[in-house]
């Protein structure tokens, strides 16, 4: 699942790609907040809605419950917090390749030597949405990971170094 916003031109930007099983708009269920973003499956999903009532009450009643929905909130502010440091003190190459190596690591699987294959298709408008730099610079610093052996790109999937091994 995405999260995204479309911009007043029609520009996506992606927010956060879900994983299987993960909370999203908690915050604004508990807050009765109207979202900006829209999310979009990438594959087959099912979405449960759980209105505020339910999950105040299931709040109160379940520690484990209250301790998912402050999990869910603490990963998502610092996720952002980790995207605004990556912008402010890397360049392009770096944040392609970090997203690369951050989506190898949750959802990769081993390739052959040191490589990861990450199964989700990828285009470079896909990767300039996601870190919100311009399609050229993607292409660039795609480029520029090839030629670093750090990224291989084969019907429009990539294949990234294992982080361990890349530092």
């Known amino acids: ?48 809605r759980v209105d505020n009532s ?7 009643r379940d520690e484990d419950i209250m301790q998912l929905i402050f999990e869910s909130f603490a990963s998502k502010f610092y ?4 995207r605004l440091r990556d912008h402010y003190n890397h360049g392009a190459s770096w944040q392609v390749y ?6 190898a690591e949750s959802n990769g699987k081993p390739y ?16 300039s949405n ?3 730099l311009n399609r050229i610079t993607i292409s660039r610093a795609l480029k520029e990971l090839r030629e670093k052996d750090l990224l291989m790109q084969i019907n429009n999937k990539f294949y990234c170094i294992r982080r361990a091994d890349a530092e």
């Not at 999203?24 to 979009?40: G, Q």
């Not at 970090?98 to 989506?103: H, V, Y």
């Open 1 to 48: 699942m995405l999260s995204l916003e479309i911009t007043e031109d029609g520009e996506e930007h992606i927010f956060n790609i879900f994983e299987p099983g993960s909370l999203f708009l908690e915050s604004n269920v508990l807050a009765d907040y109207p979202s900006a973003i829209y999310f979009r499956a990438i594959v087959p999903t099912e979405c449960v």
């Open 54 to 60: 339910c999950v105040r009450e299931a709040m109160k």
């Open 79 to 82: 996720s952002a917090m980790d």
């Open 98 to 103: 970090n997203m690369l190596a951050q989506l």
């Open 112 to 127: 052959y030597e040191n490589w990861i294959m990450i199964e989700m298709p990828m285009s470079q408008q896909f990767i």
């Open 130 to 132: 996601m870190l919100g």
